[in-house]
């Protein structure tokens, strides 16, 4: 429309409505590459949040920035200015006051100098001793006045924010009642909110008659106590981080000038909150340095924000189980490190989101894990890599794309039924129309012209990969390629060898089956053993449950047995050196395979010579092979065997 003006200028309403999506993608593949790389599955999802998407703006990035401000509010000045501020004002006092008597001949004057220098040494105890004393001079009268409101004011400034102007003036005995009623009302209020009773129309009530106090309009009893117990927590940790006698020296002061009936109702009212709010940290103090005098609220507030830290550092570790990033709190995130900060940290939760949403990832009570899609996804890298590797045969033999499970072509075709899944022999269904309807254009197609093509079921076979889990896998750098390994063997079978049959097998001190996903995040068996029996004993069960398949067994391993199965209560036993009870009873399960036709076919990692005997000895004794790759070349080996060994004898 005519006359309209527009202005232009940057985004400010939070994320920019037009920035692309995350590449979730390509963050799945950065864990997946890790995890092919032997990395823990859980730290490599980990590692994402940590380092964050493109590799800034992580946790780690917020955490260093939050480290930094917890050590400069360490370093803001003395928590015992308060009391050094009194003792002070304290000296000007006296010395006002000796001006003014020094003037004057009579017996009182000499009996009031007589009380200022008897006075005890502590700050507080002479300011209680001084609450009765007739001052002579005004200026001395002001400033000690000033000691009492000053420190009675911080305190409660520092509980309640609206007191800012009532506290100055609560030596006025009406303001005191008045301070005394509402903490009075708000000790009830918290009493009867402690034993669960329905608040609501009484939160309403007291707000109605003290909300001028609490500028913070909490909604509800849990937001008062909430402010009101970080405030209260963050005074008792002053108190804590103080020396005994400062402590001393500051509750004292205190005392003196909330008088006994504030102080009693302020105490009670800590006592609630603490009761109320326990997860807050009430018992820790700080060791605050620094030049500059902190006043009461500036000591609290610098604990205050040092406990915000904490906290803050606490939910932005995410180690501990079950952490989320939803528990980050967002605007304590803007508080304590800025709006930029804060920025991060839902961009970080939009990619978990996403990474949710997508079905990359889920989480369970241990945190996140890659989902069955993302695993397929890695599996499938995993094979690329391995057949990238492959120089025997023509490339197209592993083409995925075309894996299909109805078998291999005969050549032959028949008329299709209803439920017939096998693929359209199309030459032969054009035939059969043209026969039908003759040569016309264009040609009309009926049911009874479609043929398919015949398949004859292929050979399948039933295969057990036996991977070693000991610790020296991993600090021999075997451990990446191993996982690499089994993931292809997976994935292939999966889509190119659908009716084979395969069970993955690690081993340590025992053995165990892995499923894909718990084969993507195993971590080494940090016990001491390699229990190459109990393997194959799992595997001869698994190819006993598919006796139409041919059987092979490939075996992954580092070390020579040196843990079995104690016959009599099945517990795993381990010796080094291996004893002979070990290598007998790995050899009757090798036998037992042997026996009922399976090829067992061994990869040795490292140069051990014992384990070159033992495993040069299995291959000879089961009529297998015995291979010694680089564990870069572990996948090629292992694959292209699998390809041999599954056109065996049946």
């Given at each position: 429309?005519?006359?309209?003006?527009?202005?232009?200028?940057?985004?400010?309403?939070?994320?920019?409505?037009?920035?692309?999506?995350?590449?979730?993608?390509?963050?799945?593949?950065a864990?997946?590459?890790?995890?092919?790389?032997?990395?823990?599955?859980?730290?490599?999802?980990?590692?994402?949040?940590?380092?964050?998407?493109?590799g800034?703006?992580?946790?780690?990035?917020?955490?260093?920035?939050?480290?930094?401000?917890?050590?400069?509010?360490l370093?803001?000045?003395?928590?015992?200015?308060?009391?050094?501020?009194?003792?002070?004002?304290?000296?000007?006092?006296?010395?006002a006051?000796?001006?003014?008597?020094?003037?004057?001949?009579?017996?009182?004057?000499?009996?009031?100098?007589?009380?200022?220098?008897?006075?005890?040494?502590?700050?507080?105890?002479?300011?209680q001793?001084l609450?009765?004393?007739?001052?002579?001079?005004?200026?001395?009268?002001?400033?000690?006045?000033?000691?009492?409101?000053?420190?009675?004011?911080?305190?409660?400034?520092?509980?309640?924010?609206?007191?800012?102007?009532?506290?100055?003036?609560?030596?006025?005995?009406?303001?005191?009642?008045?301070?005394?009623?509402?903490?009075?009302?708000?000790?009830?209020?918290l009493?009867?909110?402690?034993?669960?009773?329905?608040?609501?129309?009484?939160?309403?009530?007291?707000?109605?008659r003290?909300?001028?106090?609490?500028?913070?309009?909490?909604?509800?009893?849990?937001?008062?106590?909430?402010?009101?117990?970080?405030?209260?927590a963050?005074?008792?940790?002053?108190?804590?981080?103080?020396?005994?006698r400062?402590?001393?020296?500051?509750?004292?002061?205190?005392?003196?000038?909330?008088g006994?009936?504030?102080?009693?109702?302020?105490?009670?009212?800590?006592?609630?909150?603490?009761?109320?709010?326990?997860?807050?940290?009430?018992?820790?103090?700080?060791?605050?340095?620094?030049?500059?005098?902190?006043?009461?609220?500036?000591?609290?507030?610098?604990?205050?924000?040092?406990?915000?830290?904490?906290?803050?550092?606490?939910?932005?570790?995410?180690d501990?189980?079950?952490?989320?990033?939803?528990?980050?709190?967002?605007?304590?995130?803007?508080?304590?490190?800025?709006?930029?900060?804060?920025?991060?940290?839902?961009?970080?939760r939009?990619?978990?989101?996403?990474?949710?949403?997508?079905?990359?990832?889920?989480?369970?009570?241990?945190?996140?894990?890659l989902?069955?899609?993302?695993?397929?996804?890695?599996?499938?890298?995993?094979?690329?890599?391995?057949?990238?590797?492959?120089?025997?045969?023509?490339?197209?033999?592993?083409d995925?794309?075309?894996?299909?499970?109805?078998?291999e072509?005969?050549?032959?075709?028949?008329?299709?039924?209803?439920?017939?899944?096998?693929?359209?022999?199309?030459?032969?269904?054009?035939?059969?129309?043209?026969?039908?309807?003759?040569?016309?254009?264009?040609?009309?197609?009926?049911?009874?012209?479609?043929?398919?093509v015949?398949?004859?079921?292929?050979?399948s076979a039933?295969?057990?990969?036996c991977?070693?889990l000991?610790?020296?896998?991993i600090?021999?750098?075997r451990w990446?390629p191993?996982?690499?390994?089994?993931?292809?063997?997976?994935?292939?079978?999966?889509?190119?060898?659908?009716?084979?049959?395969?069970?993955?097998?690690?081993?340590?001190?025992?053995?165990?089956?892995?499923?894909?996903?718990?084969?993507?995040?195993?971590?080494?068996?940090?016990?001491?053993?390699?229990?190459?029996?109990?393997?194959?004993?799992?595997?001869?069960?698994?190819?006993?449950?598919?006796?139409?398949?041919?059987?092979?067994?490939l075996?992954?391993?580092d070390?020579?047995?040196?843990?079995?199965?104690?016959?009599?209560?099945?517990?795993?036993?381990?010796?080094?050196?291996?004893?002979?009870?070990?290598?007998?009873?790995?050899?009757?399960?090798?036998?037992?395979?042997?026996?009922?036709?399976a090829?067992?076919?061994?990869?040795?990692?490292?140069?051990?010579?014992?384990?070159?005997?033992?495993?040069?000895?299995?291959?000879?004794?089961?009529?297998?092979?015995?291979?010694?790759?680089?564990?870069?070349?572990?996948?090629?080996y292992?694959?292209?065997?699998?390809?041999r060994?599954?056109?065996?004898?049946?």
């Amino acid at each position: 429309m005519a006359g309209n003006r527009f202005r232009y200028g940057q985004w400010r309403g939070g994320p920019d409505p037009l920035a692309p999506p995350y590449d979730v993608r390509e963050a799945v593949d950065a864990v997946g590459a890790e995890v092919l790389n032997g990395g823990s599955l859980r730290e490599a999802l980990r590692d994402l949040l940590r380092r964050g998407p493109q590799g800034r703006g992580g946790l780690d990035e917020l955490a260093s920035r939050a480290r930094r401000l917890r050590r400069e509010a360490l370093r803001r000045g003395d928590l015992d200015g308060t009391v050094t501020r009194s003792r002070a004002l304290l000296d000007q006092a006296l010395a006002a006051e000796r001006d003014a008597l020094r003037g004057r001949g009579d017996d009182d004057a000499r009996f009031a100098e007589a009380v200022l220098d008897n006075l005890p040494r502590s700050t507080a105890r002479a300011v209680q001793e001084l609450a009765g004393y007739e001052w002579a001079s005004e200026e001395a009268r002001r400033t000690y006045q000033q000691i009492l409101d000053g420190l009675r004011g911080d305190v409660l400034e520092q509980r309640f924010a609206g007191l800012r102007d009532a506290a100055r003036a609560a030596g006025d005995p009406a303001v005191q009642r008045q301070l005394a009623e509402m903490m009075r009302d708000l000790n009830d209020l918290l009493d009867r909110h402690a034993r669960s009773e329905d608040t609501t129309d009484a939160f309403a009530e007291f707000m109605r008659r003290h909300g001028e106090f609490f500028p913070e309009r909490p909604k509800d009893v849990d937001e008062l106590v909430d402010v009101l117990a970080r405030r209260a927590a963050a005074g008792e940790r002053l108190m804590r981080s103080l020396s005994d006698r400062q402590r001393e020296e500051l509750a004292g002061l205190m005392r003196q000038s909330l008088g006994d009936r504030l102080a009693g109702e302020l105490s009670a009212l800590d006592d609630h909150l603490r009761a109320l709010r326990p997860d807050l940290n009430w018992q820790r103090g700080e060791r605050v340095r620094g030049d500059q005098p902190l006043g009461y609220g500036e000591a609290t507030g610098a604990l205050d924000e040092i406990a915000e830290l904490d906290e803050l550092l606490d939910a932005l570790d995410q180690d501990q189980s079950g952490a989320t990033l939803d528990e980050v709190d967002v605007e304590a995130v803007a508080r304590t490190l800025g709006r930029d900060a804060a920025d991060d940290v839902r961009r970080l939760r939009e990619l978990e989101r996403e990474l949710r949403r997508q079905g990359w990832v889920s989480r369970d009570a241990d945190g996140l894990t890659l989902s069955p899609k993302a695993l397929r996804r890695l599996a499938g890298t995993a094979l690329r890599r391995v057949f990238g590797e492959l120089t025997a045969g023509p490339r197209g033999q592993h083409d995925l794309r075309s894996a299909g499970a109805a078998g291999e072509v005969s050549g032959a075709s028949r008329q299709w039924e209803y439920g017939d899944e096998q693929p359209l022999d199309v030459v032969r269904t054009l035939t059969r129309a043209v026969r039908r309807a003759g040569p016309t254009v264009p040609l009309q197609l009926a049911v009874e012209d479609f043929e398919v093509v015949e398949t004859e079921r292929r050979a399948s076979a039933a295969v057990a990969l036996c991977v070693d889990l000991s610790y020296s896998m991993i600090s021999q750098g075997r451990w990446g390629p191993m996982k690499q390994t089994a993931l292809a063997l997976s994935h292939l079978v999966a889509t190119r060898f659908p009716q084979d049959a395969l069970q993955i097998v690690g081993f340590g001190r025992e053995a165990a089956a892995l499923s894909q996903q718990e084969l993507a995040a195993v971590e080494p068996d940090l016990q001491q053993g390699t229990n190459l029996q109990h393997a194959l004993r799992l595997a001869g069960r698994h190819l006993r449950k598919h006796p139409g398949a041919e059987p092979v067994v490939l075996v992954v391993t580092d070390g020579e047995p040196t843990a079995h199965l104690d016959p009599e209560d099945g517990e795993a036993y381990f010796h080094w050196p291996p004893l002979p009870e070990t290598i007998e009873a790995t050899i009757r399960e090798v036998d037992r395979l042997t026996r009922y036709g399976a090829t067992i076919n061994l990869f040795m990692l490292g140069d051990d010579p014992g384990l070159r005997r033992f495993v040069d000895a299995v291959a000879r004794r089961s009529k297998g092979r015995m291979f010694t790759p680089d564990p870069d070349d572990l996948g090629e080996y292992v694959v292209a065997d699998y390809l041999r060994a599954r056109h065996g004898r049946r």
